[in-house]
């Protein structure tokens, strides 16, 4: 009984993972197709998109912000990319368009945020309704079909591994190295942790920031790339409420929503691949599409709650 209550503060910080050990060992005995090798590929080539938004998300929620613009992001970097692609311009033009537009929201995000003092939540709420709007007038609210070049990429492998899975590879490798082997990312905790005194210490917050909202702005552009790649098509509602599924990851892997905690590895890793395995589960064992949403809140609840438990 000792030991037991001993190891529970353990279990409680590691939360996540033990949720995800329950999601396989429950949607594997409920139907043995969802442990088969080929659809774990397929779990995380699906989680590839929101993974790599994800990323961005989390370098913003470790600054105590919130970026909620991301999905509108993903739709206008989408719309931009095939219209280059469309109008007979090489891919490489349509991926330097991507990441244009995700430097611009980002830029435009973090100097609101930054030399206007404005909340990043109302920031970031205001310019996904713009950026919604703008992708629409883009597409003129008609979905867009995409020539094979660009779906090739939702396809293609490089030494036997996915596009997807290899791009999400490199973002995540490129953000933790950042993160915990460079000066910005120990900037970027001291800022989640206690702004007034990294200011006090003579950090440039201002300029951090900046580049914080223009990574998420960044990783949102190629998570929408991803996406696009995937689905073949950019409809209207392309992008609604990635956001949520971008911060239920970062959430899920252990970053805090006050800023200054969380990793994205192996942290937004995991709550990324947990949203896709619990989406794949449900559809492997036929279940009622209107359970989707409740199910993953509940998870999300559990693991937040938990955790919380854990570190009080």
């Known amino acids: 009984m000792t030991a037991a209550l001993q190891l529970l503060p353990l279990a409680k910080?590691?939360?996540?993972?033990?949720?995800?050990g329950g999601v396989l060992l429950v949607f594997g005995w409920l139907?043995?197709?969802?442990?088969?090798?080929?659809?774990?590929?397929?779990?995380?080539?699906q989680?590839?998109?929101?993974?790599?938004?994800?990323?961005?998300?989390?370098?913003?929620?470790?600054?105590?912000?919130i970026d909620l613009s991301v999905g509108s992001v993903m739709f206008v970097a989408a719309a931009v990319a095939g219209k280059v692609v469309l109008g007979g311009l090489p891919l490489?033009?349509?991926?330097?368009?991507?990441?244009?537009?995700?430097?611009?929201?980002?830029?435009?995000?973090?100097?609101?945020?930054?030399?206007?003092?404005?909340?990043?939540?109302?920031?970031?709420?205001?310019?996904?309704?713009?950026g919604r709007g703008f992708g629409l007038w883009l597409t003129e609210t008609r979905a867009m079909n995409l020539p094979d070049n660009l779906l090739r990429l939702g396809t293609a492998k490089v030494l036997g591994v996915p596009v997807p899975v290899l791009t999400f590879g490199l973002t995540?490798?490129?953000?933790?190295?950042?993160?915990?082997?460079?000066?910005?990312?120990?900037?970027?905790?001291?800022?989640?942790h206690d702004r007034a005194a990294a200011q006090k210490a003579g950090l440039n917050v201002g300029r951090t920031l900046l580049l914080v909202y223009v990574i998420s702005g960044v990783c949102a552009a190629l998570g929408g790339l991803i996406s696009v790649a995937q689905l073949g098509a950019v409809?209207?509602?392309?992008g609604n409420q990635r956001e949520f599924?971008?911060?239920?990851?970062?959430?899920?892997?252990?970053?805090?929503?006050?800023?200054?905690?969380?990793?994205?590895?192996?942290?937004?890793?995991?709550?990324?691949?947990?949203?896709?395995?619990?989406?794949?589960?449900?559809?492997?064992?036929?279940?009622?599409?209107?359970?989707?949403?409740?199910?993953?809140?509940?998870?999300?609840?559990?693991?937040v709650l938990l955790r919380v438990r854990g570190e009080t």
């Open 13 to 20: 910080r590691q939360a996540s993972w033990l949720l995800f």
């Open 92 to 130: 490489a033009v349509a991926v330097l368009a991507i990441i244009a537009v995700g430097v611009v929201c980002g830029v435009i995000n973090g100097l609101f945020v930054t030399r206007l003092k404005l909340l990043p939540f109302i920031v970031t709420l205001a310019t996904l309704y713009v």
């Open 245 to 303: 599924a971008a911060v239920a990851a970062a959430v899920l892997g252990g970053t805090s929503l006050f800023g200054g905690r969380g990793r994205v590895f192996p942290g937004t890793l995991l709550g990324a691949v947990l949203i896709q395995a619990v989406e794949n589960g449900l559809v492997v064992v036929n279940a009622d599409p209107y359970l989707y949403p409740l199910v993953m809140s509940v998870i999300i609840f559990l693991a």
């Open 172 to 192: 995540l490798g490129a953000a933790h190295l950042v993160l915990m082997q460079m000066p910005f990312g120990r900037r970027v905790y001291a800022i989640g």
């Open 31 to 45: 139907s043995p197709k969802f442990l088969e090798a080929n659809n774990l590929v397929n779990i995380l080539i």
């Open 235 to 238: 409809a209207p509602t392309f």
């Open 47 to 65: 989680s590839s998109s929101v993974g790599i938004v994800a990323v961005g998300m989390t370098f913003v929620l470790l600054t105590a912000g």
